[in-house]
């Protein structure tokens, strides 16, 4: 297979807009098979669908991966604080055990599943902008999305892979660049800010109910970016930290954005697209579910309406017994976790004995007290969460200046105060940053996250000694024998890509 690029007519037409006032979704898929890029856009309105296109394209994350497994749960059983329960799928199980190569399944995917966003939206770049009459407002916003989605496509990418192919027009079978070369990773991250700078300013909302790329999101985004390139393997140091810390802070200053009071409302249906979520992958059972509820069930143990609970990414008992006592994120069905639920869903409570991931737990699909599961899930996938930029912030600016100031405090007690914890003073820069970076695990796993902290950071959390372990010989605490390398800072490219374009040799270190 060749780098997965190029377009298709499927992919120039996944999805028309519906709006409305009250709709938060904007996302329904046809497939017109009688239209090409050089017909296509003519009008405003598929302008609107070839964007609504690349947003359908980010649903890949909770696409499948094999029996009992999606793409989502890479991210998740490389870090040592999740694990498997279904030994079926022998994918997952190399990833828990760091013994994946470029045959892996999921490492496939999430390179395809990627260049697939960026390919709708370099369509969407090349040929909205000829379309006339358009509003030249909205046009500019449509243009503004589509780089924001490109960025996070490659800030993803250039994590996973490094050095990767940088695609910035419509490819075919006749294009010059069709076996395109590896392009150096500070490159990438370039391209990478200046898409995130141009979405800023493209007149985009400061927040979106729809569901859509909007300002704070770009903003966001970049303080995360600019964290990332401060560190492994970039290594740029103060300056970007800086850059960060003040990226965050323009968030932090604007008003409309703000951590939920409570841990039930990051997986509550009413408060998607809003609050403390400044951008999520969109679902929408009528359209396109939320796949990964079964997946995250406890292996077979009948407690919500599905009939297929799979046990394919749950928590470590040694990372869930890490939390402070008394923090709120541990107590069961409140916080982030759940070791009790009910029979059937609806039924009388009963223990499970270990700890699963209520933090993406959706009520109507899978049930509650007295109330059947619907089997339907709603439930969008989060990206970018307030907390999150909380936590840049903190870090980043104790890292510029040398010593955290008391807006970084603010930050990160905010995080405490939640749960319940004392908050953390009088600290100097080493302390606070360890602080903050065990706030960081603590509250934003299985989200994607804690894996490329582990990278730039070169660092893994202990949660024996409640410390951080230099990444190269980190062991995990579920299995001792399992050691992260140096060839782990780094995934494998696909071997069917590597194999079909050998302009992209040589392959990553150790694989």
């Not at 006339?132 to 993803?156: C, H, V």
């Not at 200046?194 to 979106?208: F, M, N, S, V």
């Not at 109507?364 to 109330?371: D, F, Q």
């Not at 782990?488 to 079909?500: G, K, M, Q, S």
Request: aromatic share 12%.
């Amino acid at each position: 297979m060749r780098l997965n690029i190029k377009y298709t007519r499927t992919l120039i037409l996944l999805a028309v807009i519906v709006l409305g006032g009250s709709c938060k979704k904007f996302l329904d898929e046809q497939d017109p098979s009688n239209l090409t890029p050089d017909t296509y856009y003519t009008i405003p309105e598929h302008a609107e669908a070839a964007v609504a296109a690349a947003y359908a394209q980010t649903r890949f994350i909770g696409n499948g991966a094999g029996i009992f497994a999606a793409n989502f749960s890479m991210l998740e059983l490389v870090t040592g604080t999740a694990k498997t329960e279904t030994g079926q799928n022998s994918d997952l199980n190399n990833l828990v055990g760091l013994s994946y190569t470029g045959d892996n399944l999921l490492v496939r995917n999430w390179w395809q599943g990627l260049y697939s966003v960026i390919a709708q939206t370099n369509l969407v770049l090349e040929r909205v902008p000829g379309i006339n009459p358009m509003d030249a407002t909205r046009k500019n916003q449509i243009l503004g999305e589509a780089k924001f989605l490109r960025a996070w496509s490659y800030f993803y990418l250039v994590r996973l892979y490094g050095d990767v192919p940088l695609i910035l027009t419509p490819q075919t079978a006749a294009s010059e660049n069709f076996y395109p070369t590896r392009t150096s990773s500070e490159e990438v991250y370039n391209q990478i800010i200046k898409d995130l700078k141009d979405a800023e300013e493209a007149g985009l909302p400061w927040t979106d109910k729809s569901g859509r790329a909007n300002k704070a999101a770009a903003k966001s985004l970049l303080s995360k970016v600019y964290l990332t390139m401060a560190g492994f393997p970039l290594n740029k140091g103060a300056e970007y930290y800086k850059l960060s810390s003040d990226k965050a802070l323009d968030v932090i200053n604007n008003s409309g954005i703000n951590l939920f009071p409570k841990y039930a409302d990051l997986h509550n249906l009413a408060d998607e697209n809003s609050g403390e979520h400044i951008f999520e992958i969109q679902y929408l059972a009528t359209v396109a579910g939320n796949p990964m509820q079964q997946l995250l069930l406890p292996n077979f143990k009948d407690v919500s309406a599905y009939s297929d609970e799979i046990g394919s990414t749950v928590p470590t008992v040694q990372f869930y017994n890490s939390y402070e006592a008394g923090d709120l994120r541990a107590k069961d069905r409140e916080g982030f976790f759940y070791t009790s639920y009910y029979s059937g869903g609806n039924g009388p409570l009963k223990q499970l004995n270990a700890p699963y991931i209520f933090k993406h737990f959706d009520l109507v699909a899978n049930g509650t007290l007295g109330v059947a599961g619907t089997t339907q899930s709603d439930l969008n996938w989060p990206q970018i969460r307030y907390a999150d930029v909380l936590l840049v912030y903190a870090e980043a600016q104790n890292r510029a200046d040398g010593s955290p100031n008391a807006k970084a405090y603010e930050a990160v007690n905010a995080i405490r105060t939640r749960a319940k914890l004392a908050p953390v003073a009088g600290l100097n820069q080493a302390q606070f940053e360890d602080a903050v970076l065990k706030e960081r695990w603590h509250e934003l796993c299985y989200e994607g996250v804690t894996w490329f902290d582990m990278i730039r950071l070169k660092k893994a959390y202990n949660e024996a000694t409640n410390s951080f372990d230099n990444f190269v010989g980190h062991k995990f605490a579920d299995n001792a024998s399992v050691v992260l390398g140096e060839k782990h800072l780094l995934f494998p490219l696909p071997t069917a890509e590597y194999r079909n374009n050998p302009n992209l040799r040589p392959q990553n270190p150790g694989y």
